[in-house]
């Protein structure tokens, strides 16, 4: 069934796309909004160690998965009409929890598990607001995927606004917000655009109930379901700009020096490209945005390594921005290319989210422990440049098994070399050539499988073998 055919409901109709667009636009901008919010109230009574921010980084980011899952759970397995009483239940819940504030009566101890006490804090203060905010993203879309609106077969447009309202909320509130209010002020004013996003809510799950079927979304068994190779590519696209978003922060703020919200320029561009790319209309798609992103990569390869100097400079730092942005354009616009039909849209931004956990959970913990240096840009944009020359290289399953066999091989010949020969880095760097050779013997074809060897071959003896056991 469809709207009915009076003026009342074509007019409900044309409106469905700027409602839904308005609501997930507030919903996003409240999202990010909060973050900051919250900090700024608790970091006066926990201190701003970077163990607070890590930890804060980590609940934030969980309940963000959290919140994903459950859009995905209640989407797959719930009628429409469930789903808006569940979620507008849960919003009448989460409105008991503003403004959000320290709760009453808790006391910092100082004796005390800091960690476990920092996330407790916050999931008192400000979990079920987040929680509910995390989850309507992707709710939203399946809402709108099961109205009579226009392309409601593919929202993921509503995608694009929603990280433009998380963009705006990130620059104004230190740009605006912070130097005008205080806490307690803008906290009184998140509370009342989460109240008006209560009225958004109610008004996009009136136009999906509306519609005469519940069932938009393409379910039939013809829409065959992502595979784990798709869930994988969807994984790694979003693992990498989210990772180098992170190298390159790090990067600019160890070489460059404090920079006042250093972080900010970053992350903007990174959510800047998901409102770029998610759209069927944008510019920003095809064969010259694959040809930018190889050469951003090679770029951002270089001043990683050194090639521009050991340190880097406010030129170098400009051109390390631009290579980042130009890899997240070109891996944000791919997932797009790659997205799924909208009945599997919830499974699509629940891998999303985690492939960008992965890449902070790389950078932050995995990394540092790893190596001595900051060398997970250069592992990440070599990653990238795999996926982005993946379609010259038709990089198979067995063609890739075949060099992770060969490098391996020749890898571990050249580190045990290395390792009872000689340690020096010259003498390393040629050990690897070595094992490139022997890579090249144990695997000629195909080209794709000889790259993957080359590159194995290369780091195991640089990273092995290296002074203090980390070359890097």
């Known amino acids: 069934m469809t709207f009915a055919n009076d003026e009342g409901t074509l007019k409900m109709k044309r409106a469905a796309p700027v409602v839904f667009t308005a609501t997930i636009f507030l919903s996003a901008a409240l999202l990010f909004f909060v973050q900051p ?60 929890f503003l403004p959000p504030d320290i709760p009453d009566g808790w006391r910092l101890d100082a004796s005390g598990w800091i960690a476990a006490q920092t996330l407790g804090l916050f999931a ?13 993203a992707p709710l939203i879309q399946s809402w709108y995927a099961r109205s009579d609106g226009p392309s409601a077969d593919d929202p993921y447009f509503l995608y694009g606004a929603s990280n433009l309202g998380s963009l705006l909320a990130l620059l104004a509130f230190p740009l605006l917000a912070e130097p005008l209010l205080g806490a307690h002020e803008i906290a009184s004013g998140f509370a009342g655009g989460f109240v008006l996003l209560g009225a958004g809510l109610l008004a996009c799950v009136l136009m999906a109930g509306h519609a005469k079927s519940e069932t938009a979304v393409d379910t039939s068994p013809s829409v065959a379901a992502p595979g784990p190779g798709e869930i994988g590519h969807w994984l790694v696209l979003a693992f990498l700009p989210s990772s180098l ?16 919200l250093v972080w900010v320029v970053p992350l903007a561009l990174y959510l800047l490209t998901f409102a770029m790319t998610f759209s069927g209309r944008t510019p920003f798609r095809g064969r010259w945005l694959r040809q930018v992103a190889q050469l951003a990569i090679v770029l951002g390869i270089c001043i990683f390594m050194g090639v521009t100097g050991v340190y880097i400079g406010p030129l170098q730092a400009l051109l390390l921005i631009f290579a980042f942005f130009a890899v997240a354009l070109w891996a944000h616009r791919t997932l797009y290319e790659i997205r799924p039909n909208a009945k599997y849209l919830t499974v699509f ?79 390393l760097l040629g050990l690897a050539g070595i094992g490139v050779a022997l890579a090249t013997l144990l695997c000629p074809r195909p080209f794709p499988s000889w790259l993957v060897a080359i590159g194995l071959t290369t780091v195991l003896p640089l990273w092995i073998a290296g002074p203090d056991d980390r070359l890097f």
Request: glycine share 10%; proline share 4%.
């Open 37 to 96: 919010l919250f900090a700024k109230i608790v970091l006066p009574v926990i201190g701003g160690s970077p163990a607070v921010w890590t930890t804060a980084m980590l609940f934030f980011q969980t309940v963000l998965i959290c919140g994903y899952l459950y859009a995905h759970f209640s989407a797959r397995y719930l009628p429409v009409r469930f789903q808006a009483g569940v979620h507008i239940a849960l919003w009448g819940l989460a409105l008991t």
């Open 245 to 260: 978003m992170l190298a390159v922060t790090s990067k600019i703020s160890t070489d460059v020096g404090a920079v006042p």
């Open 349 to 427: 931004y629940v891998t999303m989210s985690v492939g960008g956990a992965l890449g902070g959970f790389f950078n932050s913990i995995i990394a540092p422990v790893l190596f001595s240096d900051l060398i997970e840009g250069t592992i990440t944009l070599a990653l990238a440049l795999v996926l982005v020359f993946q379609p010259l290289l038709k990089l198979t399953r067995a063609s890739l098994l075949r060099g992770l066999a060969a490098g391996t091989v020749a890898g571990l010949a050249a580190t045990v070399v290395a390792l009872y020969v000689a340690a020096e880095s010259w003498w």
């Open 124 to 136: 008192l203060g400000v979990g079920a607001p987040f929680a509910l905010l995390s989850a309507n």
